[in-house]
């Protein structure tokens, strides 16, 4: 009798642990939408929650933008001047400044040089400032220029890969050894000496080895706390994390006046540590977080951030033949919380873009209305005809209330 109990028990313990199972997984498939939560990459086609189920990881859908609205096609620099990267900011003298990356033209086939560029969206030339001699080497081999930042009449230049190190891949996993150069006369000279500081950069390594600037306004204006924010991607395309560092605005060039990220408390705020090394991920969508681009929108209160993947990765470079896509998120801080805005296919294959910018010259922060600056492909060394600035107007959507 006593045994007869037991299993009578057992069997009814055994089946109410998988009722439970079942009503937790059953949960579990039906709660992204009821917790508005999306798996990374869900509004793009073919999109396989199993596969994305595997790192746990989802992003929460914006209550602010429900997307973007090109509104536009695609207008590609008419110039001569062709490059990548691009990292852009609003000078004190209403003028952007930026950066090309890898430049192929008589003078210069790689490296970085520094650029200006005058005239309206639609109507707009880019100079030649520098063409910064020393700073050489095609992709993974040389000097990329990541962030640039106007404060106060000074432009600050992030360029990594100052180490040249032979082990890395050319085309495909560089990403590190990132130094902060400053220019008082708006990129004619800069300081310090590259090849003074070229084995030994403020930012050694790779955990803050692709950082760009947080940009606010014409010469940083808006400005929220009196920091200058930088953010960090891993390595220059399809990374997977974020980090976040920031500096009082008058000690930039100072790396032991740099603190960053280590942990966070209680609500979500950040515990600033000395050590870059000691830095922890405060985002993560894997794939698109290699060079980041963030920028204050004053009339949401809020930081956008871009992000973008290659859609194939090959052995020894990421394709610059089938694709990309594009990611856009906001939050409230420089670190977050952020959420997803938008993410899509961009373009076509055969334009195959790269390094989303925006330009804050160029954008209405009452229509919410702008244009998004970016790199067209880099195939067979840069002799494409999409290597160079395009430019595509677009508008932000707000959730209606």
């Known amino acids: 009798m006593q045994t007869r109990f037991s299993q009578i028990k057992t069997l009814t313990l055994s089946i109410a642990l998988i009722t439970v199972a079942t009503f937790l997984l059953s949960n579990s498939e039906s709660g992204i939408k009821k917790t508005n939560l999306e798996p990374i990459g869900n509004t793009l086609p073919g999109f396989d929650v199993q596969t994305y189920r595997k790192d ?6 914006s209550t602010i933008l429900k997307g973007i609205k090109w509104l536009g096609p695609r207008m590609q620099y008419p110039g001569s001047f062709k490059a990548d990267t691009y990292p852009l900011t609003w000078a004190d003298n209403n003028l952007i400044y930026s950066s090309g990356g890898d430049p192929v033209s008589e003078i210069k086939n790689n490296g970085l040089e520094f650029l200006k560029i005058e005239g309206t969206p639609d109507n707009y030339k ?14 993974g081999h040389g000097l990329k220029p990541t962030g ?29 050894d990132a130094q902060i150069f400053m220019s008082k006369d708006y990129g004619k000279t800069w300081f310090p000496d590259i090849k003074i500081v070229e084995n030994s950069p403020m ?62 408390k209680t609500g979500r705020n950040p515990v600033w540590v000395r050590n870059f090394k000691a830095s922890i991920p405060v985002f993560k969508d894997s794939g ?17 951030l871009l992000g973008w993947r290659f859609k194939v990765e090959k052995p ?11 990611a856009i998120y906001e939050s409230p ?38 244009y998004l600056l970016f790199s067209g492909s880099w195939r067979n060394g840069g002799s494409s005809e999409f290597y160079r600035v395009q430019v595509r107007k677009f508008k932000l959507v707000r959730i209606k209330k």
């Open 316 to 326: 020894d470079k990421y394709s610059p033949d089938d694709g990309s896509e594009l």
């Open 126 to 139: 880019i100079s030649v400032i520098n063409e910064m001699p020393d700073f050489l080497g095609w992709g």
């Open 148 to 176: 640039l930042l106007c404060c106060k009449g000074v432009l600050y230049l992030f360029a990594h890969n100052l180490g040249k190190r032979t082990n890395e891949n050319n085309e495909k996993c560089h990403g590190y």
């Open 333 to 370: 801080k420089p670190w977050g919380p952020f959420s997803l805005v938008a993410k899509m296919d961009w373009e076509t294959p055969e334009v195959t873009p790269y390094n989303p910018r925006l330009p804050l010259k160029w954008f209405d922060n009452d229509k919410l209305e702008g």
């Open 56 to 61: 746990w990881h989802f992003i929460p859908k």
């Open 288 to 304: 698109f977080m290699g060079y980041p681009e963030c920028v204050y929108i004053e009339s949401l209160k809020r930081y956008l």
């Open 203 to 264: 930012f050694p390594g790779r955990d803050f080895g692709s950082p760009c600037f947080v940009n606010y306004g014409k010469d940083n204006a808006g400005a929220t706390d009196g920091f200058v924010y930088a953010l960090s991607g891993e390595g220059w395309a399809n990374g997977n994390f974020l980090k976040v560092g920031r500096v009082p605005e008058d000690r930039i060039m100072d790396i032991k006046s740099w603190k960053f990220i280590g942990k966070f």
